[in-house]
């Protein structure tokens, strides 16, 4: 009999656990865990119920129960005379009672459950693993009684599932969050507007008013302030923003741009006069840390079904509208009309600076370390593409990315990195130095053009570099197409490495490192930079290292440019990291020189940043 009940016990542990790794919805998990409790324990009627931050009970399952028994239980307060599951979660700890009709915790509660039959009811705390009561887990009987020896090992395991389920989907609804919200705001960002704006122009009656505006003169705020001061204008930016008309969406979508989506602006005027109001809420003085500011912000108007025929024109015509009040009257508003049309004309000369500096061999590779953060070690690079003018100057990626929007530019651009990358690891190798790999990003069309497997291969073999040193970063919304996942699949087959970039900056599931086909995970920049100052994104990116490491996945911070944040993420066991607190990207003989420095055999306890740019 004891056999036959770990079995059971066993299969349930072991059904719940594949759901919970599965990104099964929590309120589902609740239902089938209460379900295959009852089934093991007959004559129980299974419930479970959340805590939330402000001490409130919230039904979540009570498959066999009337719904007047969640909505009896929806909103009532923790107490210690709160029935078995108020008074469990007030105190932490299990409370049995064998009769609901006498028991004093129930005196104020038990009208609603003794119509139903329930006479007694033995609850036990759900809890975090920093201990905090998240949920009850509870068992109600027909007749007094309080539970069996059987019963008891059922609830704990129950109990134990229960929290590893909750602590889960408390993860996946802050990333979720994290994905949706901007974290210095709090405002939604820019994927949240691109879902809106999607979805507006998708339905019927699609008429709205959409701002495009950036803060004036942010980076000189920051650099003459300090970035706390700039960072305090973004929020006090943001703020008024919001603040404005309560039927508008505002949302921050990076850096010192924000939009502003208003159903009722339908027209030109009316989108005007918002604009105007916008432009008054930032008249008021702000203080931060001493300083008096005036906040200035520069706005480009559209409306929706005379300004663009879909979500991309739409957008486009807008940062159009803006770029052009940048250029000829900051401060102030523009509505779009269609002779502005000067980015495009960027765009036009990007594309043209691109294809003939890759004409004329002017693309050329700098590298940026991934460093081994308890060795002082370099381990591996990533390859970033810089353009060489004719008369010197050398051009970082940001001022041709343009360029890339073009398919064959960005087919170009990875063969020639390609034959780059491969010629400098040669060149490591004969020296001796030690390098983990050299990274490189890939874009959707080099999937799509086909022949990829050859394309990586042709070039290392030329060097007589094992394709086991190449590393492949692709971001979360390239491989949530199948074809490349199956390509992804069988390029690792053949010895490369892939790291999935900018994790947490797109669909944000965790379901989908249990899909990708990965060795790597880089933590996104955006999560770097509220490490310090917010705890959920703290926890979060501590969980993020933690289930990569149970997972057999590597780990990459990316963008750390502080000590402050270095020594953070070392404490929460982060192995690697990027930025340019410990390198900026340099040329290939510089690498060199630094692999010899950083090699991890040297003595060094920590890469010193200061030394480590001299040598750069």
Request: net charge negative; proline share 4%; with cysteine.
């Amino acid at each position: 009999m004891r056999a036959k009940r770990e079995s059971e016990l066993s299969v349930l542990q072991n059904e719940i656990l594949e759901a919970v790794a599965t990104g099964v919805a929590f309120v589902r998990i609740a239902d089938s865990l209460c379900r295959r409790a009852e089934a093991l324990a007959p004559g129980v009627y299974c419930t479970i119920a959340s805590v939330d931050a402000a001490g409130l009970l919230h039904p979540v399952a009570a498959p066999s129960l009337p719904a007047s028994y969640g909505e009896a239980l929806d909103g009532l307060t923790i107490g210690p005379e709160v029935g078995s599951c108020g008074t469990a979660a007030y105190f932490g700890s299990p409370v049995e009672v064998v009769d609901i009709a006498t028991d004093p915790r129930w005196a104020d509660h038990k009208e609603f459950v003794l119509p139903m039959g329930l006479k007694a009811c033995w609850s036990s705390p759900i809890k975090s693993p920093e201990g905090r009561v998240v949920g009850t887990f509870a068992f109600y009987y027909l007749n007094s009684r309080g539970p069996s020896v059987m019963e008891r090992q059922l609830v704990d395991t129950c109990v134990h599932l229960c929290s590893i389920a909750m602590e889960r989907a408390e993860v996946s609804r802050r990333l979720q969050h994290l994905a949706y919200h901007d974290q210095l705001t709090g405002l939604h960002n820019r994927y949240a507007f691109d879902e809106v704006v999607s979805r507006n122009m998708a339905a019927p009656e699609h008429s709205f008013g959409l701002l495009l505006l950036d803060i004036d003169n942010l980076k000189q705020v920051n650099d003459s302030m300090g970035h706390s001061v700039g960072d305090g204008l973004i929020r006090e930016v943001g703020h008024r923003l919001a603040n404005v008309d309560a039927d508008a969406g505002v949302f921050r979508l990076g850096g010192d741009e924000f939009a502003v989506i208003c159903h009722k602006c339908r027209n030109a005027p009316s989108l005007a006069e918002l604009a105007d109001r916008l432009l008054s809420e930032m008249e008021r003085h702000y203080e931060c840390e001493g300083n008096t500011i005036i906040p200035q912000v520069t706005i480009g108007g559209v409306v929706s079904d005379q300004d663009g025929a879909s979500a991309d024109i739409l957008r486009q015509n807008a940062d159009l509208a803006l770029y052009h009040a940048k250029q000829t009257a900051r401060g102030e508003y523009i509505h779009f009309n269609p002779g502005l049309r000067t980015s495009i004309q960027r765009r036009v000369e990007q594309i043209a600076l691109l294809d003939k500096a890759l004409d004329e061999d002017r693309v050329f590779a700098h590298f940026q370390p991934v460093v081994c953060m308890k060795k002082a070690k370099i381990v591996g690079v990533e390859a970033l593409a810089r353009i060489r003018t004719p008369d010197g100057e050398v051009i970082s990626a940001g001022a041709f990315a343009m360029g890339l929007t073009d398919s064959k530019n960005a087919f170009r651009l990875t063969g020639c990195m390609l034959e780059q990358i491969a010629s400098a690891m040669r060149d490591w190798m004969d020296q001796g130095l030690e390098l983990r790999h050299v990274a490189l990003n890939l874009s959707t069309v080099d999937f799509q053009r086909g022949n990829l497997e050859e394309r990586l291969r042709r070039p290392f073999a030329a060097h007589n570099v094992p394709l086991s040193y190449l590393q492949l970063e692709v971001t979360e919304n390239v491989l949530m197409d199948q074809e490349v996942t199956s390509q992804v699949v069988r390029l690792r087959a053949r010895g490369i490495q892939v790291a999935l970039d900018d994790f947490g900056t797109g669909y944000a599931s965790l379901s989908h490192l249990k899909d990708f086909p990965l060795d790597y995970i880089k933590i996104d920049k955006s999560f770097v930079d509220c490490l310090l100052t917010d705890t959920a994104c703290s926890a979060i990116v501590e969980a993020l290292i933690s289930m990569a490491h149970k997972m057999r996945i590597g780990i990459i911070a990316e963008g750390i440019e502080t000590t402050d944040q270095a020594a953070r993420l070392m404490e929460i066991g982060c192995p690697l990291a990027q930025g340019y607190h410990y390198f900026r990207p340099v040329d290939g003989d510089t690498i060199s020189t630094l692999l010899r420095s950083f090699d991890g055999k040297s003595g060094k306890r920590t890469v010193d940043a200061t030394s480590a740019r001299k040598l750069a």
